[in-house]
């Protein structure tokens, strides 16, 4: 292996200009000895090229030698999945697994397409290889029933479904096979923190394992009541309370909401109702007005391909209470399906005067 000999107390000077002039083999580490330091070069690193680093840097001795000590080859990763996987798929196959990839502390979660699950195992190594994580799932089942979960099967790693995921300062513990959770909300989740002001009274009507309720009360001073069917939910909110030392700003329940409304929730007004159940929350609109405070604001959201169904909903439940709808934002939170997003609509509900 080709390498320059260099005396160890002018070991840093001489790597920082290889590495400038692009002359380090970077595929192998530096060696030392008790007097030397042996650093990896290319071959387009002339005799002459050294010997004017040598004196630019006014060395004694600058050699290049096939080394006397042999050198170490650096791991090589991947940058990307396009990376771990070529030669392993072509690039249309690439592109498609590329559209569902999520990260959720250490477990990647990937949609396989179905002409593809015969190569699920080379796809689960070097998604494990690239992501440095310790467990890749495979989804085996859409999003179903009133708990909003999913059949998962390991393909690559430990089975451990259970792990932690960082967000905005935050620790948010839970089971990927008992609980959903979304980490491409993330940004969605900090927007609406940012919006709560100081003191709010808030609902989240289908809290799931609380990033919702967890983000905010870790930025903002509020009181949160937190509601999810989801027995598994709970318990993780539960956790991720002490695991954030909010305890004090949420008020966890486990139960249908309109249940907990009835027997927890009489006549209680919020500030602010956060409605992120896409694929039902126009079913509970007329119970989110109830609950809203004159000038609340409602976060809601669903899978639609634009914004005026779900404003004309909203619309509707007020008017059957005889409120007003002032519609503050709307947004593409994030694709769902081709042609459909989840979309999210900020309401402003008011008594009529």
């Known amino acids: 292996m080709k390498s320059l000999k260099v005396e160890l107390h002018h070991l840093n000077d001489v790597r920082k200009i290889i590495a400038e002039k692009e002359l380090m083999n970077m595929n192998y580490k530096i060696k030392t000895d008790k007097n030397y330091g042996y650093i990896p070069i290319k071959e387009i690193a002339t005799p002459t090229l050294i010997e004017e680093i040598k004196n630019t840097l006014q060395l004694p001795e600058l ?29 249309t196959e690439i592109e498609e697994l590329k559209k569902s990839f999520d990260t959720i502390g250490n477990i990647v979660i990937l949609e396989i397409p179905e002409e593809l699950e015969k190569y699920k195992k080379t796809i689960g190594e070097a998604t494990l290889n690239f992501t440095k994580r310790t467990s890749v799932y495979m989804k085996k089942s859409p999003i179903e029933g009133v708990t909003r979960t999913r059949q998962l ?18 620790r948010l513990k839970l089971d990927v096979t008992n609980v959903y959770f979304s980490p491409r909300l993330a940004t969605e989740r900090k927007r609406v923190s940012d919006n709560v002001k100081e003191d709010e009274k808030i609902l989240d009507m289908f809290c799931g394992i609380g990033p919702f309720p967890i983000v905010i009360a870790h930025n903002k001073k509020c009181q949160i009541t937190a509601v999810d069917i989801n027995n598994y939910a709970i318990k993780y909110l539960k956790e991720n309370i002490k695991l954030n030392k909010l305890k004090g700003s949420i008020n966890p329940i486990c139960g249908d909401i309109i249940e907990v409304s009835k027997n927890d929730l009489t006549n209680q007004k919020f500030d602010r109702i956060i409605m992120n159940l896409p694929g039902l929350a126009y079913q509970f609109l007329d119970l989110a007005i109830k609950h809203v405070e004159n000038e609340g604001i409602i976060n809601y959201y669903e899978f639609s391909d634009n914004f005026g169904q779900g404003i004309e909903r909203i619309q509707k439940a007020a008017h059957k209470q005889n409120k007003n709808v002032e519609i503050l934002k709307n947004r593409k939170v994030k694709s769902s399906s081709p042609g459909m997003w989840h979309v999210g609509i900020d309401a402003k509900i008011t008594e009529k005067e």
């Open 63 to 91: 050699n290049i030698t096939n080394c006397e000590t042999e050198l170490v080859a650096t791991k090589h990763y991947p940058k990307s999945i396009t990376e771990a996987l070529k030669g392993k798929l072509n690039p």
């Open 153 to 170: 099967e390991l393909i690559a790693g430990e089975n451990n479904p259970v792990t932690i995921h960082k967000e905005h300062g935050t």
